[in-house]
């Protein structure tokens, strides 16, 4: 492995390559500060222009956007106390009252300090659990990963809190898209006589299709007054270095707890940056000596949670590159690219494209690194950036995403596909069906059908699914991961009557 | 009378086009003598686990009832108002689409970013149209030049 990653490395520090990685890391910054923009979004504006390059430069670029992306949240959260992406909501809790009492320059230094090593110490993770799950997963058989396709899809399904159902429904409707098309016998499925449709849809204009939509018409409804902050606000930020240094040696353990909390709920899929946001922000409140300085503009707080988001750019790679399942929505657009050009995640993957894995590995160092200068050196730039109003930002990233789409095969009618998914995602967002495992059922959807084929070709008996064990264990967490999520909805549900009930303060 | 609310549209929706699917999952062709399933197998799995979730959410619906509202109930002409902008900006990108192949990238890709701009941003200001045309004449041409020689794309 040292060789291919001796490799990698060189192929990555090349001059084109390390430029794109600031250029990734650069526009992932950008993107996460802006209010409503997400990491997701900012990956789905750069895939077009990977079409072009070689396997090792467009992933380089998608690290690069991955990394500044999880660490722009920062921007905004301190700045105007909006979180730029669901990942920083807790770190606005704290970052935002410290600049106010006059100190946003430290708030961000912590912040992005936070940040750099939480990536760091999640490329450990990665480093160290990659192969080794992926080489446990090599002994999988078809059943097996049928069984682990619906385990993931339930989890995440699952964890659309309150929602189990939509959740499910938006898993199945997700696949049941990728039945569009010749299938692998060649059969002809639901063209409904349209030429186009035989050869399905292509993933990439769907999944932005369904979530850009849908995201960027929900800004427009709901971000417009919180923008109504941005007036008036003071960029100009600095650094305070030797007072950072000093909080950070004070954070270390909350460093490392947060860190190792992302990477771990970054692996599992469907979790994403949010949920180790929460998780860690929590944890930290409670081993803190000093749980009331929480949200009262504290450093723990700040350390909690931007090293748990960062550190979910690592975490969310183990399960993406060893099992071929995304960790969280940006990773399953990353799988989109990583498809695109011709590399299927999974087991494998470290077998047949070592140095892809490797340079996976240096990107990610070298974004972390790329990404604490950016951040340090230009973030009053960054600041004023995170104030662009949606009315601006909405128009431009629908014209870019689609000419990504055309670009994808020059072709004219996968507008249309982006277009009329554009429409049914912002419809099933209105009707508050939850979008991710819809677009985790599209990325998994050939997979699924692949390998259940594969399985009832070697063994036509559906019970085989139960005799295997690491199969029938999947199919069983699948269960226990749907009954959980129903004594959470009903434990919710009680919550919300016993609040309705009480008197009025 | 039964109130149409998010989640009995959503699962009658889904039930009709459920329904549609079967019907047309019957003109999928049949297994060969070698395959123990054939092609319609998976799809109608997935059509029956739809179908079943929609009747669970339509009976859940109807038996908690239409739930509590934050907002006030709006008839459908209100409904479309108060999504106006959002109801335009679909119907401009329809147009963009449809525009693209007939005027090219550069003129529709302009006429686009500069009613959509000219929507959003509004159009009272002559510092409103600065920002517009600003926005559209730069990015237009520059978007372009990055497919066209940087990543060699031919845009319509």
């Known amino acids: 492995m040292a060789d291919f990653f001796l490799q990698a490395l060189g192929q990555v520090s090349s001059p084109s390559v390390l430029a794109l990685i600031v250029i990734g890391v650069l526009f992932g910054i950008i993107g996460g500060s802006i209010p409503g923009f997400t990491v997701t979004m900012a990956i789905l504006v750069v895939f077009p222009f990977t079409f072009a390059m070689d396997p090792v430069s467009g992933v380089s670029l998608m690290v690069g956007v991955f990394v500044g992306g999880y660490s722009g949240g920062i921007v905004s959260g301190v700045m105007l106390g909006i979180p730029g992406t669901p990942s920083s909501i807790t770190t606005v809790y704290d970052g935002y009252p410290m600049a106010q009492n006059g100190e946003p320059g430290r708030a961000l230094g912590i912040g992005v300090a936070a940040s750099f090593i939480g990536t760091l110490i999640s490329v450990a993770v990665l480093v160290f659990f990659g192969p080794l799950i992926a080489s446990f997963s090599m002994n999988f058989r078809p059943w097996e990963i049928t069984a682990l396709i619906v385990f993931a899809l339930t989890l995440v399904a699952g964890l659309s809190s309150g929602a189990l159902l939509k959740g499910l429904l938006a898993a199945t409707l997700g696949l049941l898209i990728t039945t569009v098309g010749y299938d692998r016998n060649s059969n002809l499925r639901f063209d409904f006589d349209i030429p186009a449709l035989g050869s399905g849809f292509e993933i990439l204009p769907v999944m932005i299709g369904i979530f850009a939509f849908s995201q960027l018409m929900g800004n427009l409804e709901k971000l417009r007054d919180e923008q109504g902050k941005a007036k008036g606000v003071d960029t100009s930020v600095t650094i305070p270095y030797g007072l950072i240094l000093k909080d950070m040696a004070g954070q270390k353990l909350n460093t490392l707890r947060s860190s190792l909390i992302g990477s771990l709920v970054g692996a599992l899929p469907g979790t994403g940056g949010t949920v180790a946001n929460f998780i860690s922000y929590d944890q930290a409140k409670k081993f803190s000596r000093h749980p009331e300085t929480f949200g009262k503009g504290t450093p723990s707080g700040i350390v909690a949670s931007e090293a748990s988001n960062s550190a979910v750019a690592g975490g969310a790679f183990v399960p993406t590159l060893a099992l071929g399942i995304p960790g969280d929505l940006p990773m399953a657009i990353m799988m989109g690219v990583l498809i695109l050009h011709g590399i299927n995640p999974g087991p494998l993957m470290f077998e047949q494209n070592p140095v892809l894995v490797g340079a996976i590995y240096a990107s990610l160092l070298i974004g972390a690194v790329v990404m604490v200068l950016c951040q340090l050196l230009l973030v009053r730039w960054f600041a004023k950036i995170s104030l662009i109003p949606q009315e601006i930002l909405v128009p431009v990233v629908l014209m870019l995403c689609a000419i990504g789409s055309y670009a994808l095969n020059n072709n004219l009618f996968d507008i249309w596909v982006l277009f009329v998914f554009g429409v049914i995602g912002y419809l099933l967002w209105k009707a508050e069906v939850p979008l991710t495992p819809l677009i985790l059922g599209v990325v998994l959807g050939n997979n699924l059908e692949r390998q259940l084929f594969r399985a009832l070709e070697l063994d036509d008996s559906w019970m085989t699914f139960l005799t295997r064990p690491l199969s029938a264990l999947f199919l069983a967490l699948a269960v226990a991961s749907v009954i959980f999520s129903l004594y959470q909805d009903r434990k919710i549900q009680q919550n919300q009557l016993r609040a309705k009930n009480l008197p009025e303060q | ?156």
């Open chain 2, 1 to 156: 009378m039964l109130t149409l609310t998010k989640d009995r549209a959503l699962a009658l929706v889904l039930l009709l086009i459920v329904a549609v699917m079967w019907v047309e999952s019957g003109n999928i062709r049949p297994p060969t003598s070698w395959q123990p399933y054939g092609s319609a197998l998976f799809p109608r799995i997935l059509l029956v686990v739809t179908g079943l979730l929609s009747l669970l959410i339509l009976v859940r619906s109807l038996i908690t009832g239409p739930g509590e509202r934050s907002a006030p109930r709006r008839s459908f002409g209100e409904w479309l108002g108060h999504n106006r902008t959002v109801f335009s900006l679909f119907v401009l990108f329809g147009l963009y689409a449809a525009l693209l192949p007939v005027l090219g990238y550069i003129i529709a890709t302009l006429a686009f970013l500069v009613t959509s701009l000219g929507l959003l941003l509004g159009i009272d200001s002559r510092r409103k149209w600065i920002i517009n045309l600003a926005v559209s004449c730069t990015l237009v041409p520059l978007v372009f030049v990055i497919f066209r020689f940087g990543l060699n794309v031919w845009l319509p």
